[in-house]
């Protein structure tokens, strides 16, 4: 008797769970990931595909960085999010390249949208190398 009452409830208390929309432990490890800051990795290279890099950067909130610092010229970008999504549609982050040292551009001669695990690059004639990157952080990721 003992044992049918407490699987009843556990059965009643999961079913519970299921309609009131709580989520299950691995949802909620999920989602609580996503409530912290996620590692943003973003990698320069001296080539246009990606292939010798020159420097990494690691982030967990928005910001912009100069790359003058470099005496080569950084030709290209990739850039990763680990626990969160890169250019979600409702929430998540964007990570941008810009030919200007100070994070601003207008239209895509200004600036490059980063997708993640892709390679860019400036394909225009003259080819610009990327002075700067920015973070950008959109929509609430609960």
């Not at 001296?46 to 990494?56: A, F, L, M, P």
């Not at 551009?105 to 990327?130: F, M, Q, T, V, Y």
Request: proline share 6%; glycine share 8%; hydrophobic share 30%.
């Amino acid at each position: 008797m003992h044992f049918n009452v407490t699987t009843s409830l556990a059965i009643i208390i999961s079913i519970a769970c299921i309609a009131t929309g709580i989520p299950t432990s691995d949802q909620s490890s999920h989602l609580e990931k996503r409530k912290e800051r996620p590692n943003i990795n973003v990698k320069v290279y001296t080539d246009d595909y990606c292939n010798d890099e020159t420097g990494s950067y690691g982030f967990d909130k928005p910001d912009c960085e100069n790359l003058d610092n470099f005496a080569v010229d950084v030709l290209s970008i990739n850039a990763k999010v680990d626990g969160a999504i890169l250019n979600d549609n409702n929430c998540g982050w964007e990570v941008y390249a810009f030919p200007a040292l100070d994070c601003e551009g207008d239209g895509p001669e200004g600036w490059n949208r980063l997708l993640e695990g892709s390679c860019r690059h400036d394909a225009g004639i003259p080819r610009k190398p990327i002075k700067s990157f920015a973070i950008y952080e959109y929509g609430p990721c609960v």
